[in-house]
């Protein structure tokens, strides 16, 4: 089996286990109200403040494992790396479930960030196995399992908490975890060859030690500046959705579940159907560009929305956006030389993390701040406005990056592979 032929099961694998991941963090949110309440007799109100503690501890531990799971993953293979993490995931769903005080919740917290930080794996493995001008669609592929997770992920965790408790949706995240890694034992190759590894050097496998080494492709480092501008404004989802949703429109758990199904579907539809057409199509840089320009348009929507229909017309047309992220995958994966993947990937979900810590401890006191006596209804759009602002600086750095690369490649047959040493996309 090569590695560019791993079988169709590796590729079922890698999306389940991608999904998986995605379902285990969306069966928390509508549950973890109640089972701080269970753990500490807070109010909501009240917990949502421990609750951000866990999001920020897991997004800091993601951004500190990221390049050292990556790296591994250059050295011993993906395959070994891939199921550990399930493994981990098994038992870190299993403590979660059975935590009776909050301290072994964050803990489990602290475990989800470690073995969250493999998603670098399982898209370094796509880089290993598919040709650089199919890449941007099979990473939408991957973005589909997380779409499709954020779907199944709040509807499965709302019923069993609702019906068996708060701590239901764990135990059925930790069974799925131990049955994909029996899956994956079974049927999941190793696409690293040998003479393709790297030695293991924990002074790369740092949080920003792989973005320098990403120093040798500056057109590659650029792009994570604008990846990590691009991940700071879409953190204003998980940090505020519900609390805005509630105040604007007096929305019910249920309508937030709902909206939040929607938005499941539409990322689904269009980056697991939608890019591997769109992008070849547009060009990568192209698809990159109106992508921004949507999320920006977006993120405006929402802080003037005063309806919740508006906010489904808003998620419908901008979900187009959901391009962006593979085609900017697709784009600096082919920039690098196939023992860095790994690497590369481990940089990139290193500064997502990143992202997604700074955000929630910056955006939900905005928000606070806006929504005070006093002050204006609109306002409580006021952190939407503010991610729309930062996402405009990740455009303008996209168009920096597009100028340093002439400004002149070919957008709609990306037909050569260039040379690892040669930081030029060629599309």
Known sequence: MSARQPGKHAITFIFITVLIDMIGF????????????????????????????????????????????????????????????????????????FAPVFWLLLLGRLMAGVFGASYATANAFIADITPPEKRAGRFGMIGAA??????IGPAVGGFLGEFYGPRAPFFAAAILAGANLIYGLIVLPETLQPENRRKFDIMRANPFGALWQMRQYPAVLIMLGAVFLMMLGHSVYPAIWSYFA?????????????SLMFVGVTTAIVQGGLTGRLVPAMGEWRAIIISLTLATLGYIGYGLATAGWMVYVIVLIGSIGNIGGPAINGVMSRIVPPNAQGELQGAMTGLTSLA???????????????????????????PFFLAAGITVGSLSIIFWARRKDDGRANETTPESEPSPVTPREAE
């Not at 007799?41 to 990556?70: D, K, M, R, S």
């Not at 790296?71 to 993906?78: A, H, P, Q, T, W």
């Not at 105040?247 to 937030?256: A, L, P, Q, T």
């Not at 997604?356 to 006021?382: E, H, K």
């Open 356 to 382: 997604n810590f700074i955000g929630p401890l910056i955006l939900p006191s905005v928000f606070r701040y806006a929504t005070q006596d006093g002050v204006a209804p609109v306002w409580s759009g006021a």
């Open 26 to 97: 969306g069966l928390i949110i509508p549950v973890m109200p109640s089972l701080l309440e269970d753990l500490t007799g807070l109010a909501p109100n009240e917990a949502v403040v421990l609750g951000g503690l866990l999001t920020a501890v897991y997004a800091l531990t993601q951004f500190i494992f990221a390049p050292i799971i990556g790296g591994l993953s250059d050295r011993f293979g993906r395959k070994p790396v891939l199921l550990c993490a399930l493994a981990g995931f098994t038992i870190d769903y299993a403590i979660m479930g």
């Open 146 to 151: 997380f779409g499709l997770g954020f779907i």
């Open 246 to 258: 509630a105040y604007r429109f007096e929305w019910s758990d249920g309508d937030i579940g709902l």
